[in-house]
């Protein structure tokens, strides 16, 4: 996709359904992949923090999640066309997961609301695959990635919150291929 640059963040400059049918593609490549939905909350942190700076230029896709990041494109006289939300991504994923027996791994959320979107999942989405699901509140990273790892999921979704969850994502990706995205509080909306 061309970017849209705002404050140094590179924003894909596309839609909805263009950028969902991307993930599907590099989805179904087996491409590592990391997606981030960045708001003007995350563009106020990365100017303060460098080193979350360095983590969003890892990113592949960096969307607009957020009105005041299309006003500020707009502003800048190189509009974007619409929000790209990390909500509204992971449900059109995981309707098309469904359609493709895609497997899913869910990671964060505590335990309780990680239980009913575990259910909410397979009632809604019956053909995925829930190859794992830990909640957001484990110390030990690296056996967590190890589980990741085993379940061989083809999405996986990080609920832990910004910034931990790019960090995270930045930090372990390369060792599991797949969609990796932050998803932030949408295993709350989800469960709710
Ligand atoms: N969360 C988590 N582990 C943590 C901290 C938070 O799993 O160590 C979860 C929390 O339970 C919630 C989600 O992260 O489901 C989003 O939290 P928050 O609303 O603070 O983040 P934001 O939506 O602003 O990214």
Same mark, same amino acid.
């Given at each position: ?29 087996? $491409?590592?992949?990391?997606? =981030? ?5 995350? &563009?106020?942190? @990365?100017?303060?923090?460098?080193? #979350?700076? /360095? ?60 239980? $009913?979107?575990?259910?909410? =999942? ?5 053909? &995925?695959?829930? @190859?794992?699901?830990?909640?957001? #509140?484990? /110390? ?53």
């Amino acid at each position: 996709f061309k970017t849209v640059s705002i404050l140094d963040v590179p924003f894909i400059n596309t839609t909805n359904a263009a950028f969902v049918t991307q993930l599907q593609t590099d989805i179904l490549a087996h $491409q590592n992949r990391f997606v =981030v939905t960045a708001n003007p909350e995350i &563009l106020m942190y @990365a100017r303060e923090h460098p080193d #979350y700076q /360095q983590v969003l230029t890892q990113a592949d896709y960096i969307t607009p999640d957020g009105i005041g990041v299309i006003q500020g494109a707009q502003i800048l006289g190189t509009p974007l066309p619409e929000r790209i939300t990390g909500y509204d991504t992971l449900l059109s994923l995981l309707t098309w997961g469904a359609q493709h027996q895609q497997r899913i791994f869910l990671l964060g959320a505590k335990p309780a609301v990680l239980k $009913q979107v575990v259910e909410k =999942v397979k009632d809604t989405y019956p053909g &995925l695959v829930i @190859a794992g699901a830990l909640d957001g #509140y484990f /110390q030990d990273a690296d056996a967590v990635v190890n589980q990741i790892a085993a379940a061989k999921p083809d999405m996986i979704f990080v609920a832990t919150g910004f910034p931990k969850q790019e960090f995270f994502i930045a930090k372990y990706r390369h060792r599991v291929a797949g969609l990796w995205m932050g998803v932030g509080g949408s295993f709350d909306v989800l469960a709710g």
